[in-house]
């Protein structure tokens, strides 16, 4: 027994651990090593792992009381991922344990025929010219009502596509973890993310994981990478005077559902995130062969932001004379909060300018596809500089800005 260490919760690969002679489940099923003589497996099978002890000298002794193992040293509960409870540094270390989390959590998540290559990098094929976009989310709570960063990492990416005339096809993704983040966590969030690539018809096709001290992150961030087929020429060039405005559904409901859930607010029944997947919507829209002159996602800014960004681009003016629609729920929350919902943001929502010609027919299509069921005409397109002015219903104006500054900060 000469020679072992017994440092409490500390965690180390089995051949540095070996190294300084201490605890480390014999056979070996995980490459992981727990200072505490425990199988990192559930409990139950602490029954068939016997934890054994390296001297200085190499001999290998059976620690007191030993346990008794299996004749096929098979655990009999699922392995896990991961012999921590928590991220550590060791996970993005390059060695066993960062390799274990990739191999047993990501790659399992994210099955592609890309990934199973283990490549550094992925050849794809498209059938159009490429679209590209990146994205970076660090959304706080990381869970909120309707959704969590993962999906919200899909979503984001996914519309972003959408609104730049794309058919969404692939996306890489890039964690960067805090030490001390529980692994329980982070599963949940990767199966999330991978649920929400299959519903967009999208694969994972690369990825990196980074691992940051404790107290330098914020739990995760992840940044993804999109890449679409053109299958539409879109953008703020092609918005003319005439054009109608179109929104596709309600506004605010993700930041005001991510709001209530960060200041530990009561959220109201039925609102929730608002965060979902528009390609549908966007490629019936190009699929009707409509004269769709630009779309926009109504993310951070909200809807106004993105009137008053297209506006100043297109030198031209918009005339909101419509109602935009808010969700009465949204309206009490933002009126709590201090807010105005027609710059909160987002994430399942977008604008779109038509050709006048098409406007009603747009209408139809938008409103025959359950993510943009409740699109509505608010304004059109006029003359002038980069201004937008919305009319209220007794006549009087006020114009739409692009915010000064972030009135609702981390909220994708």
């Known amino acids: 027994m000469r020679g072992m260490r017994t440092l409490e919760d500390v965690h180390l690969p089995l051949e540095r651990a070996e190294e300084l002679g201490g605890y480390y489940c014999a056979p070996d099923p995980c490459g992981g090593i727990d200072y505490r003589?425990?199988?990192?497996?559930?409990?139950?099978?602490?029954?068939?792992?016997?934890?054994?002890?390296?001297?200085?000298?190499?001999?290998?002794?059976?620690?007191?009381?030993?346990?008794?193992?299996?004749?096929?040293?098979?655990?009999?509960?699922?392995?896990?991922?991961?012999?921590?409870?928590?991220?550590?540094?060791?996970h993005g270390g390059g060695g066993r344990v960062m390799h274990r989390l990739i191999e047993g959590l990501f790659r399992r998540a994210f099955a592609s025929p890309e990934l199973d290559l283990a490549h550094d990098g992925a050849r794809v094929a498209l059938d159009g010219p490429l679209v590209l976009t990146t994205d970076a989310f660090t959304v706080s709570p990381r869970f909120f009502p309707g959704g969590d960063i993962g999906s919200l990492a899909v979503h984001g990416t996914v519309n972003d596509l959408a609104v730049s005339g794309a058919r969404p096809r692939?996306?890489?993704?890039?964690?960067?973890?805090?030490?001390?983040?529980?692994?329980?966590?982070?599963?949940?969030?990767?199966?999330?993310?991978?649920?929400?690539?299959?519903?967009?018809?999208?694969?994972?096709?690369a990825g990196d994981t980074k691992v940051v001290e404790r107290g330098k992150g914020d739990g995760v961030f992840i940044t993804t990478t999109g890449a679409g087929e053109a299958i539409g020429e879109v953008g703020p060039w092609r918005v003319r005077p005439g054009d109608v405005v179109i929104v596709s559904g309600p506004v605010g409901d993700h930041g005001t559902a991510v709001m209530l859930a960060r200041e530990g607010l009561e959220v109201p029944d039925g609102l929730v995130s608002d965060a979902q997947d528009v390609s549908p919507a966007t490629c019936a829209l190009f699929g009707a062969g409509l004269d769709v002159r630009c779309l926009r996602d109504a993310t951070r800014g909200g809807v106004a932001t993105v009137l008053a960004e297209i506006a100043q681009a297109a030198g031209v003016g918009v005339r909101v004379e419509g109602t935009i629609p808010v969700r009465p729920e949204v309206d009490d929350a933002c009126e709590l909060l201090g807010l105005d919902p027609l710059y909160v943001a987002c994430e399942g929502r977008f604008v779109a300018f038509v050709g006048a010609a098409d406007a009603e027919r747009a209408l139809e299509v938008l409103r025959g596809v359950d993510v943009s069921r409740e699109a509505a005409r608010v304004g059109a397109v006029v003359d002038g500089e980069g201004s937008v002015v919305l009319v209220h219903p007794y006549g009087s104006e006020r114009v739409l800005d692009v915010l000064s500054g972030e009135q609702l900060p981390r909220i994708c």
């Open 170 to 205: 692939y996306l890489t993704a890039s964690f960067v973890l805090e030490e001390g983040l529980p692994l329980a966590e982070l599963a949940r969030l990767v199966e999330s993310m991978a649920a929400a690539a299959r519903a967009s018809g999208v694969r994972v096709v």
């Open 37 to 90: 003589g425990e199988c990192w497996a559930h409990s139950s099978c602490q029954r068939h792992f016997a934890p054994f002890m390296r001297g200085r000298a190499g001999r290998m002794a059976a620690t007191e009381p030993e346990m008794k193992t299996s004749e096929s040293h098979e655990p009999s509960c699922p392995v896990p991922f991961s012999a921590y409870e928590r991220v550590t540094l060791a």
